[in-house]
C-alpha cells in the first residue's frame, strides 16, 4: 500500500468517525427533547386528573362562578387535546388559558371563607399549585433541550448531518404575553 493510499484511508476513516460522532450527538439532542416533552407530559396528565376534583368541590358551593369553572373545564380539554396530538403552539395557548382560569379559581375562592376553608379544596389547590411550579420547570428543561438540538440542526457541519439524516428542528413551549400576566383579582370581584 502507497502511502497516498494509506493517508487516503486514514482521512476517510477520520471523516467517518467524525460523522459518526456528530450524528450519535445529534441523536442524543433528539432523545434529550422527547424525554423532556414526555416530562411535561406526565405533569400536565397529573393535573388533568387533579382538576376534575378541584371543579367537584367548587361545585359543591352554589354561590361559586359558574363561568370561572367552565372555561377551566374547557381549557383542561384544549390541553388534553393539544397533549395528546403532540401540539405545541396549541398546548402553549390551552395551557395560557387554563393556567389564568386556575389563577381565577384561586382568587374568586377569598371571596368565599367556607369554600378557602374546606380542606380538601386546600389540598388540591396545593397540589395543583406545585404540579404548576413542576410544569414550569420541566417547560424550561424542554425548551433547553430543544434550543440546544436547534443549535445543533443549524451549525456547520452538524448541520450536513442534520439534513442528511432528517434531524428536525423542534418548536419552543411558549405563552402569549397576556397568558403569562397575573390575574388582576379586584377586576375578578368587581365583574
Same mark, same amino acid.
Given at each position: =500500500?502507497?502511502?497516498? &493510499?494509506?493517508?487516503?484511508?486514514?482521512?476517510?476513516?477520520?471523516?467517518? /468517525?467524525? /460523522?459518526? =460522532?456528530?450524528? #450519535?450527538?445529534?441523536?442524543? $439532542?433528539?432523545?434529550?427533547? @422527547?424525554? @423532556?416533552?414526555?416530562?411535561? +407530559?406526565?405533569?400536565?396528565?397529573?393535573?388533568?386528573? %387533579?382538576?376534575?376534583?378541584?371543579? *367537584?368541590?367548587?361545585?359543591?358551593?352554589? !354561590?361559586? *362562578? !359558574?363561568?370561572?369553572?367552565?372555561?377551566?373545564?374547557?381549557?383542561?380539554?384544549?390541553? !388534553?387535546?393539544?397533549?395528546?396530538?403532540? +401540539?405545541?403552539?396549541?398546548? &402553549?395557548?390551552?395551557?395560557? @388559558?387554563?393556567?389564568?382560569? $386556575?389563577?381565577?379559581?384561586?382568587?374568586?375562592?377569598?371571596?368565599?371563607?367556607?369554600?378557602?376553608? #374546606? *380542606?380538601?379544596? =386546600?389540598?388540591?389547590? !396545593?397540589?395543583?399549585?406545585?404540579?404548576?411550579?413542576?410544569?414550569?420547570?420541566?417547560?424550561?428543561?424542554?425548551? %433547553?433541550?430543544?434550543?440546544? #438540538?436547534?443549535?445543533?440542526?443549524?451549525?456547520?457541519?452538524?448541520?450536513?448531518?442534520?439534513?442528511?439524516?432528517?434531524?428536525?428542528?423542534?418548536?419552543? $413551549?411558549?405563552?402569549? +404575553?397576556? *397568558?403569562?400576566?397575573?390575574?388582576?383579582?379586584?377586576?375578578?370581584?368587581?365583574?
Amino acid at each position: =500500500m502507497s502511502i497516498g &493510499s494509506a493517508i487516503f484511508w486514514g482521512v476517510v476513516v477520520i471523516v467517518g /468517525v467524525y /460523522v459518526v =460522532m456528530l450524528y #450519535n450527538g445529534l441523536v442524543q $439532542l433528539k432523545h434529550n427533547v @422527547a424525554k @423532556a416533552w414526555a416530562n411535561i +407530559d406526565v405533569s400536565l396528565k397529573q393535573r388533568h386528573d %387533579e382538576l376534575p376534583k378541584l371543579v *367537584e368541590v367548587c361545585r359543591q358551593y352554589k !354561590q361559586f *362562578e !359558574q363561568a370561572t369553572l367552565q372555561s377551566v373545564i374547557e381549557a383542561r380539554s384544549r390541553v !388534553q387535546s393539544a397533549r395528546e396530538a403532540h +401540539d405545541v403552539p396549541a398546548l &402553549s395557548r390551552a395551557e395560557g @388559558a387554563l393556567r389564568t382560569g $386556575l389563577g381565577q379559581i384561586f382568587a374568586v375562592a377569598e371571596a368565599y371563607p367556607e369554600l378557602k376553608a #374546606n *380542606e380538601h379544596f =386546600m389540598q388540591l389547590q !396545593q397540589r395543583i399549585s406545585s404540579l404548576e411550579s413542576l410544569i414550569s420547570d420541566r417547560r424550561e428543561l424542554y425548551n %433547553e433541550s430543544v434550543n440546544l #438540538n436547534n443549535v445543533r440542526v443549524d451549525s456547520f457541519p452538524d448541520a450536513l448531518v442534520a439534513h442528511l439524516f432528517r434531524f428536525p428542528h423542534h418548536p419552543l $413551549l411558549e405563552f402569549a +404575553d397576556h *397568558e403569562k400576566a397575573d390575574v388582576d383579582v379586584r377586576q375578578l370581584f368587581n365583574s
